[in-house]
Each structure stands twice: as structure tokens, then as C-alpha cells.
């Protein structure tokens, strides 16, 4: 009883961020008592919707129905690395049989690998891949192809709108995480021989908003008004920030801004004509791909080897992976990707200002 009420409390202070003791390893791989299986699902952070609107109610949703006896310990970082490691020893030290971890820093983050494999405990990159580490998956999506699509969008779109000449600014993510780099790579490439000049670029630390924002005010400042004619942003928060310091600066019509997750605002911002694109990641397959394979973990299993389709290296190794296909979105494929897929319906996007909009794509 007494030891139900600690570890309740530990997960109380997991969950709300707060850095835990450091404890002795826990028990490994070994049942817990009565036959539970303990998951923790590992996130890092909150400003970026998907992780609490969807990877994280659907990895739990998962579990649950694959298997009724099992636990999921969550704990978002809120971008720090240094909790996110709290959070993790947390976990282990309350009997996690599997670590489904997507890190903050891909790289600090091969402690959190080591210090779980230390205890015998699987653990799964999720989304982002932990650099340098034994780590044992790795479940994502093509991201060198997300930076590809968004790129290759803009310059399509530009071209298209007969636009001869002009300058770019990119604002890239987090210089912390893995995918940030993959995107860049896939991106930079279709920018550089476009033709257009690319005037201006920024990492965003922890791909906060507010810092995106900051960055594309630097950038006007910099390059002028006049020359901008399209901006590569990473994702629909940095995207968001890139809109808000153009708008705030009297910018009309907005140039093409690409994005990336789908996220209700960046869809709402798309049918209204305010952002060109965004990059549909489906996050079902990829947060239920994960919680099988943690529940097969968690059990003491193997997965099939033809679940796992591909390999990507770590540095370390070859890391036995599930890569999934981004799709590029535009107005004209709202209704046809994330509509269809139900992950938003038309009466979350089509509200208030939007509603008029809506009809221009097709919608509700
Ligand atoms: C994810 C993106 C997300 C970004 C910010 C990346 O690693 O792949 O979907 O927008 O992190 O959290």
C-alpha cells in the first residue's frame, strides 16, 4: 500500500515536470507485480500541438486496446533536455518495461539511452532519432522527403506565379533536434537551384514560435519588404510566428509560407490563403506502429521483422526502423488528405472567420 502511494506520487511529479531523485536501477526487463506492463511515453514539448491533440491520445488509446493490463507512464519535457532525463529515470525507477522516447536533444538524449539500456530496458526513438546510441527502433517519417515537399512546394508555386526573381528567407528548427537537420538537408538543395536568392536563414532554438517570429522581424530589417517572396519554414508553429511578424509589418498580400503537421491552426491559416502549405504526417500509423511494438516489448516479445522496413544509422548503428510517407497539402487537398483521414473534420476547421473561407476549398 505504502509503496502504491510513492510511486503514485512519483508519477504525480513526473507528470508535472518536476526533475526526480536519482534511484537505484530499477528491475529491468523482469514482470512488475500482478502481471502489469509498465510503457513510457516520453514527449518533448507542448508548444508544437500534434504531441498532446494527437501522438499522445493515440499511443495511449492504442496500448489500451491492444492491452488491458498495461500502463503508460507519460511526461512531456516541455523543450528541457535535463527534465526530459528526469523524466525518464522516473520512469525507470517506477517500472518501466519499455522507454518510447522522442528527445529533445537528439544527442544528450544517448544518456537516457544508456542509462535504460544499463537496466536492460528497450527503448524506441520516437519520431526523432537518439544520435550515437543503442537505441533498439526507430519509428518516423521520410523527414530529408518532408524538407523536400515543402521546398520543392514553394518553388513550384512561385514559378507558377511567374515570379522571375526574388529573395527567400528559411527558417529552419531546433538546432537540437535530428529531424531539424533532415528537413534542411532535403530542403536545401531544391532552394539553393531555384534561382531565387536565399537571403536569409535561422535555426529556431527549441522551434519556439515566439523565436521564429523574432527571427523573420530580424529578417525584414535586414532584407527589406520589397525583395521577399516566399519563406521555407519547418513547421506550422515557426510558420505561424513567420505570418504574425509579416502581418505585424504591414505585408500584404502575404508571399507563399510553407509549413509542416497539419495542425488546425496552419489548416485553418491554408483554406484562408495566409499559409501556402503545410505536410501532412499522418501520426495514426506512426503513434500506433509505436505502441504495438511497445506492448510486444513490454511483454517480453519480439516484433515480426517484416513490421520493420528499413534501417537507418545512428552513428552507432543500424537502426531497425518503420519510415512512414509525408504528403504535401495545399487549399486544393485539404478535403482529400487530412479531411478524408478524419484528422480534423470540416466543423473544427470551417469556424467563425473561416467558414466563408471553407467553401474555397471545397469544404465542409
Ligand atoms: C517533428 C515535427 C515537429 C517538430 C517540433 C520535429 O521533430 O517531426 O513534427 O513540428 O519536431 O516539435
Redesign the pocket.
Known amino acids: 500500500m505504502d509503496a502504491r502511494i510513492g510511486r503514485v506520487a512519483l508519477v504525480a511529479l513526473m507528470l508535472s515536470g518536476s526533475a526526480c531523485k536519482r534511484s537505484e536501477p530499477s528491475e529491468g526487463a523482469k514482470a512488475t507485480e500482478g502481471g502489469r506492463h509498465v510503457i513510457a511515453l516520453l514527449l518533448?514539448?507542448s508548444k508544437?500541438a500534434?504531441?498532446e491533440s494527437h501522438d499522445r491520445p493515440l499511443f495511449e488509446g492504442k496500448v489500451k486496446a491492444l492491452c488491458p493490463t498495461c500502463e503508460v507512464l507519460y511526461a512531456n519535457a516541455d523543450q528541457d533536455a535535463a527534465r526530459q532525463q528526469s523524466q525518464a529515470e522516473a520512469a525507470l525507477t517506477n517500472g518501466a518495461q519499455v522507454l518510447v522516447l522522442d528527445p529533445v536533444d537528439s544527442a544528450s538524449a544517448s544518456a537516457i539511452v544508456a542509462r535504460a539500456k544499463q537496466s536492460r530496458i528497450p527503448v524506441i526513438s520516437y519520431?526523432?532519432l537518439v544520435m550515437n546510441a543503442d537505441v533498439d527502433y526507430y519509428i518516423s517519417?521520410d523527414?530529408e522527403q518532408v524538407g523536400q515537399l515543402q521546398a520543392q512546394a514553394l518553388v513550384d508555386k512561385l514559378m507558377a506565379d511567374g515570379r522571375k526573381m526574388g529573395t527567400l528567407v528559411a527558417i529552419h528548427?531546433?538546432p537540437t533536434?535530428n529531424?531539424?537537420r533532415m528537413f534542411k538537408a532535403g530542403a536545401h538543395p531544391v532552394l539553393e537551384t531555384s534561382g531565387y536568392l536565399l537571403g536569409a536563414e535561422y535555426d529556431t532554438p527549441d522551434?519556439s514560435p515566439d523565436k521564429a517570429q523574432q527571427q523573420m522581424e530580424q529578417a525584414l530589417t535586414a532584407l527589406g519588404k520589397k525583395s521577399l517572396i516566399g519563406v521555407y519554414a519547418a513547421?506550422?508553429?515557426t510558420a505561424g510566428g513567420a505570418i504574425a511578424a509579416m502581418k505585424a509589418a504591414g505585408i500584404s498580400p502575404l508571399p507563399p509560407v510553407t509549413g509542416?503537421?497539419a495542425e488546425l491552426a496552419a489548416i485553418q491559416r491554408i483554406v484562408a490563403g495566409e499559409q501556402y502549405m503545410t505536410v501532412y504526417?499522418a501520426i495514426r500509423p506512426e503513434a500506433e506502429a509505436a505502441a504495438e511494438l511497445a506492448v510486444t516489448l513490454a511483454r517480453g516479445q519480439r516484433p515480426p521483422p517484416e513490421r520493420l522496413t528499413g534501417k537507418v544509422n545512428n552513428g552507432r548503428k543500424d537502426v531497425a526502423s518503420i519510415l512512414l510517407t509525408p504528403v504535401a497539402v495545399t487549399r486544393d487537398n485539404v478535403r482529400d488528405t487530412v479531411v478524408a483521414d478524419g484528422f480534423w473534420k470540416p466543423e473544427q476547421i470551417c469556424v467563425g472567420v473561416y467558414q466563408q473561407a471553407c467553401a474555397t476549398a471545397r469544404l465542409p
Do not use: I, L, M
Request: net charge negative.
Open positions: 518533448p514539448e508544437t500534434r504531441y519520431d526523432r517519417f523527414n528548427g531546433s533536434d529531424n531539424a522551434w513547421n506550422d508553429g509542416q503537421d504526417k
